[in-house]
């Protein structure tokens, strides 16, 4: 069974300093993962898409790494902003047909200004 | 413009009370997914269409079913709400399945609270 853990649960930093928030997965037989934000009360907005084959993908301040065979995946938000604010989740998607969706638990992440 | 509509955004239901909660897209996606949220914890799939096929997550209560009229509708009805089933329902599309490697896009989710 594929289980998804987002180390750590929370994480505070002052405005300017970069953001580093770790997924990992217990079964590396996936299609892809996905980066979302999640806002208070809001649906997902995707951020970032790595496909298996993939090592990472960039967006403007953000920068997803992918190690399929060690189960790991990094994303980094650099110089971060009060708007930056928010709930980070990852997940996999696998199963015979792609159609499973795996989500972490999330790491909750507050930018001071 | 938002291309994942859900509604209603909030829904107050009474106990046993049948709620139905709907989404529609303007993706043209073949895949919908419906997941449950609680408080503080990550989404879990209760079903998806492809195309007109229905696949139930094994540990989906019976109480939860859905339906696809067309491409763009699905809706969520959960026959017999109970307490435990106030949660947050999002509603997700994707264009083929995981193997066709593509981003799955969600709706803005539907609160249900049960009185």
């Known amino acids: 069974k594929q289980e998804v853990t987002q180390i750590p649960a929370a994480l505070s930093v002052p405005e300017g300093e970069n953001l580093v928030l770790n997924c990992s997965f217990t079964?590396?037989?996936?299609?892809?993962l996905q980066w979302f934000r999640q806002d208070p009360g809001k649906g997902l907005t995707s951020l970032l898409l790595?496909?298996?084959?993939?090592r990472e993908q960039t967006s403007g301040r953000l920068n997803a790494s992918l190690d399929k065979s060690s189960g790991r995946s990094t994303l980094y938000i650099a110089a971060s902003q009060p708007g930056d604010s928010a709930t980070y989740l990852c997940?996999?998607?696998?199963?015979?047909?792609?159609?499973?969706?795996?989500f972490g638990g999330g790491t909750r992440v507050l930018v001071k200004p | 413009d938002a291309m994942v509509i859900q509604n209603p955004r909030y829904q107050v239901t009474q106990f046993g009370k049948p709620v139905t909660l709907s989404c529609s897209q303007t993706?043209?996606?073949?895949?919908m997914y419906w997941y449950q949220q609680k408080s503080s914890q990550a989404p879990k799939l209760l079903f998806h269409?492809?195309?007109?096929?229905?696949?139930n997550e094994a540990d989906t209560p019976d109480n939860f079913q859905s339906r696809r009229p067309n491409t763009s509708f699905c809706f969520l009805d959960i026959r017999s709400p109970g307490l435990g089933d106030a949660a947050m329902y999002l509603c997700?599309?994707?264009?083929?399945?995981?193997?066709?490697?593509?981003?799955?896009?969600f709706g803005e989710g539907s609160w249900l609270t049960v009185v």
């Open positions: 997940a996999v998607r696998h199963g015979a047909a792609g159609n499973k969706l795996t």
């Open positions: 993706l043209n996606h073949n895949v």
């Open positions: 269409y492809y195309d007109k096929d229905f696949n």
């Open positions: 790595i496909q298996s084959s993939q």
């Open positions: 079964d590396s037989a996936i299609y892809n």
């Open positions: 997700a599309t994707s264009r083929g399945t995981g193997t066709s490697g593509n981003t799955i896009y």
